[in-house]
């Protein structure tokens, strides 16, 4: 006989060398507290249907839907697109649409997006040599890097003279629709980037940097946990103790809404005067800084997935340029983009324009503990913000709202995770509206990733059209 096993001497899996992996976080977020999250098994009936789409679509149940979940009705339409671009019928073959999501991901060195869309490259056959590094890639996809870069940290140089330079490179040319699919994708996992970031995705167990072999620490919690500002305190933004400076905060953001409301009724701005108020925001936005100091994750190597490393989000004043400011009229989604995509993408420009509307138009009408609040107003401040950020200006819309409504430790957070969101930290999500219900700043996540991705499009869109006329 090979010997008894005597009680206690150890588990089976141990005594055979098998080693089982152990999830390094705690839930689909490093930032939201596991118990504050859907847990799978206990969805209602309607959530389940969306799981279901999801593990259908994706062939898992990933932490990106079950963070987005806090808001079905913007999951459904989200993964309704999602799976148009990378797997209905579309100019670019499969594993060219995977390998466009692993270079914009890496853009942010966003190594959670990158390893989902290396399975995905490789599932569909894609080229393992390409994964080396671009310069393995084909041409083709090479000449695609600028783009990717540009939208990526300054769309706003974007010229119809980049345009002409993809769609005229002889044998590497691409074709217009080719083009407007690729673009859609760049701007789709930028934004999805941000979302990553600002919600504190984890990754899951299978992936890289998801779980550990070793036992459970004393502490329970890695280094990695410490350089992403987690520190093990399960504390709840609504809780005592993380509410005690901000008691009133939820009140005095209402009234400032309830006062604006007043101003506006009696009186209106000049465009004079909104056309000034809007360069005064814009050149304070630049004075936001996204917090370069913060100690923000080690990113794997994600680089190789890209060219010129250093190239990075600058704002659009600095060093003496003068970018001119992009008027929404001139220039819109409804009047123009839309019916540019849906031209040369069938159906991609109504899935975006409903996705696009179901962010921007989302509300419980509720603000942390209050119920029946008309929100448009912050939403639209939030919105526009992030356009002004881009240099796009409402005429209709007094910039001078976005001072009253959005605070500094706001502003500081939404510019993190709009143009650099590799350096959004735990401190970061805290440090904002602290009373507020962690599904409301997953929602404002949504708006940072709609209003980003239509920045991104904007500037694309109309240097195609620029090029087409």
Same mark, same amino acid.
């Given at each position: 006989?090979?010997?008894?096993?005597?009680?206690?001497?150890?588990?089976?899996?141990?005594?055979?060398?098998?080693?089982?992996?152990?999830?390094?976080?705690?839930?689909?977020?490093?930032?939201?507290? +596991?118990? /504050?999250?859907?847990?799978?098994?206990?969805?209602?009936?309607?959530?389940?249907?969306?799981? *279901?789409?999801?593990?259908?679509?994706?062939?898992?149940?990933?932490?990106?839907?079950?963070?987005?979940?806090?808001?079905?009705?913007? %999951?459904?339409?989200?993964?309704?697109?999602?799976?148009?671009?990378?797997? &209905?019928?579309?100019?670019?073959?499969?594993?060219?649409?995977?390998?466009?999501?692993?270079?914009?991901? *890496?853009?942010?060195?966003?190594?959670?997006?990158?390893?989902?869309?290396?399975?995905?490259? #490789?599932?569909?056959?894609?080229?393992?040599?390409?994964?080396?590094?671009? +310069? @393995?890639?084909?041409?083709?996809?090479? @000449?695609?890097?600028? %783009?990717?870069?540009?939208?990526?940290?300054?769309?706003?140089? =974007?010229?119809?003279?980049?345009?002409?330079?993809?769609?005229?490179?002889?044998?590497?040319?691409?074709?217009?629709?080719?083009?407007?699919?690729?673009?859609?994708? #760049?701007?789709?996992?930028?934004?999805?980037?941000?979302?990553?970031?600002?919600?504190? =995705?984890?990754?899951?167990?299978?992936?890289?940097?998801?779980?550990?072999?070793?036992?459970?620490?004393?502490?329970?919690?890695?280094?990695?946990?410490?350089?992403?500002?987690?520190?093990?305190?399960?504390?709840?933004?609504?809780?005592?103790?993380?509410?005690?400076?901000?008691?009133?905060?939820?009140?005095?953001?209402?009234?400032? &809404?309830?006062?604006?409301?007043?101003?506006?009724?009696? /009186?209106?701005?000049?465009?004079? +005067?909104?056309?000034?108020?809007?360069?005064?925001?814009?050149?304070?936005?630049?004075?936001?800084?996204?917090?370069?100091? /913060?100690?923000?994750?080690?990113?794997?190597?994600?680089?190789?997935?890209?060219?010129?490393?250093?190239?990075?989000?600058?704002?659009?004043?600095?060093?003496?340029?003068?970018?001119?400011?992009?008027?929404?009229?001139?220039?819109?989604?409804?009047?123009?983009?839309?019916?540019?995509?849906? !031209?040369?993408?069938?159906?991609?420009?109504? %899935?975006?324009? /409903?996705?696009?509307?179901?962010?921007? @138009?989302?509300?419980?009408? $509720?603000?942390?503990?209050?119920?029946?609040?008309?929100?448009?107003?912050?939403? !639209?401040?939030?919105?526009?913000?992030?356009?002004? &950020?881009?240099?796009?200006?409402?005429?209709?819309?007094?910039?001078?709202?976005?001072?009253?409504?959005?605070?500094?430790?706001?502003?500081?957070? =939404?510019?993190?995770?709009?143009?650099?969101?590799?350096? $959004?930290?735990?401190?970061?999500?805290?440090?904002?509206?602290?009373?507020?219900?962690?599904?409301?700043?997953?929602?404002?996540?949504?708006? %940072?990733?709609?209003?980003?991705?239509?920045?991104?499009?904007?500037?694309?869109?109309?240097?195609?059209?620029?090029?087409?006329?």
């Amino acid at each position: 006989p090979l010997g008894e096993r005597r009680a206690g001497s150890g588990r089976p899996e141990e005594e055979l060398g098998i080693r089982i992996p152990r999830p390094l976080g705690h839930g689909p977020s490093r930032f939201i507290p +596991e118990k /504050e999250t859907v847990e799978v098994g206990r969805e209602d009936a309607a959530m389940h249907a969306l799981f *279901a789409d999801a593990f259908a679509t994706l062939g898992r149940l990933d932490n990106v839907t079950l963070v987005m979940v806090f808001h079905p009705q913007y %999951l459904e339409s989200f993964l309704k697109t999602q799976h148009y671009l990378l797997q &209905m019928d579309g100019p670019l073959p499969l594993h060219y649409r995977h390998y466009i999501g692993i270079m914009a991901a *890496a853009r942010h060195q966003c190594s959670y997006l990158v390893n989902l869309h290396v399975n995905d490259f #490789l599932h569909v056959g894609g080229d393992p040599k390409w994964l080396n590094g671009l +310069e @393995n890639a084909p041409q083709k996809l090479q @000449n695609l890097g600028e %783009l990717n870069k540009m939208l990526a940290h300054r769309p706003w140089l =974007i010229t119809k003279e980049h345009i002409e330079q993809l769609l005229k490179t002889e044998e590497n040319s691409w074709s217009l629709a080719e083009l407007i699919h690729a673009v859609v994708l #760049l701007t789709h996992y930028h934004s999805l980037a941000s979302f990553t970031f600002g919600c504190g =995705i984890s990754p899951e167990i299978d992936c890289e940097g998801g779980h550990t072999f070793r036992p459970p620490s004393v502490s329970n919690y890695c280094i990695c946990d410490i350089s992403n500002g987690y520190h093990g305190g399960d504390e709840h933004p609504g809780s005592p103790a993380a509410s005690l400076p901000s008691l009133c905060e939820v009140e005095a953001l209402m009234e400032k &809404m309830k006062q604006l409301q007043e101003c506006r009724d009696e /009186e209106e701005a000049s465009q004079e +005067e909104m056309a000034t108020r809007f360069e005064r925001e814009k050149r304070e936005s630049m004075l936001v800084c996204s917090s370069e100091d /913060e100690e923000s994750a080690p990113a794997r190597d994600v680089s190789r997935h890209f060219e010129d490393t250093s190239y990075g989000y600058k704002d659009f004043s600095r060093h003496g340029m003068h970018v001119p400011t992009f008027r929404a009229q001139d220039y819109s989604w409804e009047d123009h983009g839309y019916s540019l995509v849906n !031209r040369l993408y069938p159906d991609v420009g109504q %899935l975006l324009d /409903e996705k696009f509307h179901i962010a921007y @138009n989302l509300t419980y009408n $509720t603000m942390a503990m209050h119920k029946d609040v008309d929100t448009s107003m912050l939403r !639209r401040a939030i919105w526009n913000y992030i356009h002004c &950020m881009f240099g796009i200006r409402y005429d209709d819309y007094d910039y001078g709202e976005i001072n009253q409504l959005l605070d500094r430790s706001f502003k500081v957070y =939404i510019k993190t995770v709009v143009c650099t969101p590799e350096k $959004t930290t735990k401190r970061m999500y805290d440090s904002f509206w602290r009373q507020f219900e962690h599904s409301e700043k997953v929602h404002v996540n949504l708006l %940072l990733v709609e209003a980003r991705m239509q920045a991104e499009l904007l500037y694309a869109l109309r240097a195609i059209t620029r090029y087409m006329t």
